[in-house]
């Protein structure tokens, strides 16, 4: 079945630098790729996602590219700021029995310091 | 995704009881799921449910139920036999199961802490 690898699991920057968060899956017919910002106790909030017809996508800081061919994806966050700081979880929709399905990555905490 | 709750919101069960979790949506989605977490780890999906009357086997089904008589309700059903229930339970829905695509971004509700006494 479909995996979903993502590194690292913790990330530590300072504010203003760039984070990068890589995810790699394992089927090639996933076509949905969301990431989800989630802070401490609270719900996973989606923050951006692409579909396989598309290499990039951006919104304001954050921007999200995808390599069909290594499939692999990843998250970045530019101009960081200290509310960025949460569990970002990646995750890869394949289908499955008919269904299509979310597999998540087993998420990466981002710290931005001051 | 504001138009997801769940309750309560922390939920405390004695070894061999059943407990049950509450997830209702006033979002007209079809499709409704429900997914556990544990600290450190991703979300792991329990059972999902396309349409009202009909649910499906997740992951992790053992020792949960669940049931889909209303398409605004969704609850879960802890069992007896869930022997390490202890974690943060999320329920989440979509427009539609995507099968064609689109329709498919899941929206969470605030989510339940299970706690075993």
């Known amino acids: 079945g479909e995996n979903v690898e993502q590194h690292p699991s913790t990330l530590s920057v300072q504010e203003g630098d760039s984070a990068v968060i890589k995810c790699t899956y394992s089927?090639?017919?996933?076509?949905?790729f969301p990431w989800y910002k989630q802070e401490l106790g609270k719900r996973p909030q989606l923050i951006i996602d692409?579909?396989?017809?598309?290499g990039e996508k951006k919104d304001q800081r954050i921007a999200v590219t995808l390599n069909k061919t290594a499939k692999h994806f990843s998250l970045h966050i530019t101009e960081t700021q200290p509310e960025d700081s949460a569990v970002y979880f990646c995750?890869?929709?394949?289908?499955?029995?008919?269904?299509?399905?979310?597999?998540f990555g087993a998420g990466t905490r981002l710290a931005v310091h001051p | 995704d504001g138009g997801i709750t769940q309750s309560p919101k922390y939920l405390f069960r004695k070894e061999g009881q059943n407990v049950t979790l509450s997830c209702e949506q006033n979002?007209?989605?079809?499709?409704m799921y429900w997914y556990r977490q544990d600290p450190g780890q991703g979300l792991r999906l329990i059972y999902y449910?396309?349409?009202?009357?009909?649910?499906q086997k997740g992951d992790i089904a053992e020792g949960y139920s669940v049931s889909r008589e209303k398409k605004e309700s969704f609850p879960l059903t802890v069992t007896s036999a869930q022997k390490n229930p202890t974690a943060f339970y999320l329920c989440a829905s979509s427009i539609s199961a995507p099968l064609a695509g689109g329709g498919e971004t899941q929206y969470f509700g605030p989510g339940t802490r299970l706690l075993v006494l």
């Open positions: 089927d090639s017919a996933s076509n949905y």
């Open positions: 995750a890869a929709r394949a289908p499955s029995g008919g269904y299509n399905k979310l597999i």
């Open positions: 979002l007209n989605h079809d499709a």
């Open positions: 692409i579909r396989s017809n598309v």
């Open positions: 449910s396309q349409i009202v009357n009909d649910f």
